[in-house]
Structures are given as C-alpha cells and as structure tokens.
C-alpha cells in the first residue's frame, strides 16, 4: 500500500463517486494516516458486497496503488454487518466507507490471487 494517508484517499474516493452520481459516504472514520480502509458497496437489492486491504503478499509497492480483494460478494447484509462489528472490536482504528450501486462498478483495485 502506498504512503497516501488514509484520511485523502478516502476522501478522494468518496468525491469522485459522489461527482458521478452515487451515494458514497464515510461510515466510520478511522486513523487518519494508517487506518485499514474498508469499502461496503450496497447494491439496493437487499445484498451487500464488503472489499477490504490485500494482504501484504499480494500487494505490489512499486505500483504505489491500494489494492482490495473481495470478502463478500452480494451477501446478506447482517452477515456483512456482522463481521464489520468485529473489525471493530478488533481494530477500532479503520475506515469504512459505504457506497450505494446497483452496479459492481466501484472503482477499486482488486489484487490478482
């Protein structure tokens, strides 16, 4: 992951969704230089998809870009509620933004397993 901090990447994030369109917010901030960045995407159709970091093995820095990968895709939304309480427990220190599409156009970078 490069050395942005999480603070002007998710707020760069959120903009340019909002400039197309979309619902994009911060649900929960977290540390403002470091915290782990979280993406919920809701698709409005009753299911939730949850994108968190790669792990750092698959993550490239010469790149200088953040990766994801995908830890639910269009699930039940208390499942996906459930494990980002846990996250919390554990890390109160991450980010969480939630974005509304019907599409699975949200922009990030997934990393390659």
Do not use: K
């Amino acid at each position: 992951m490069s050395s942005l901090r999480s603070e002007i990447w998710c707020a760069a994030f959120v903009r340019r969704h909002n400039d197309l369109g979309r619902i994009c917010v911060v649900s929960r901030r977290g540390d403002p230089v470091a915290g782990q960045v979280w993406v919920e995407i809701d698709h409005l159709d009753g299911t939730v998809s949850l994108f968190t970091p790669a792990p750092s093995l698959l993550q490239n820095d010469d790149e200088g870009q953040w990766l994801f990968v995908s830890r639910f895709y269009r699930e039940n939304r208390e499942i996906v509620a459930e494990r980002i309480q846990q996250e919390s427990t554990f890390d109160p220190d991450f980010w969480l933004l939630t974005l509304e599409s019907r599409s699975d156009d949200h922009g990030l970078n997934l990393a390659e397993a």
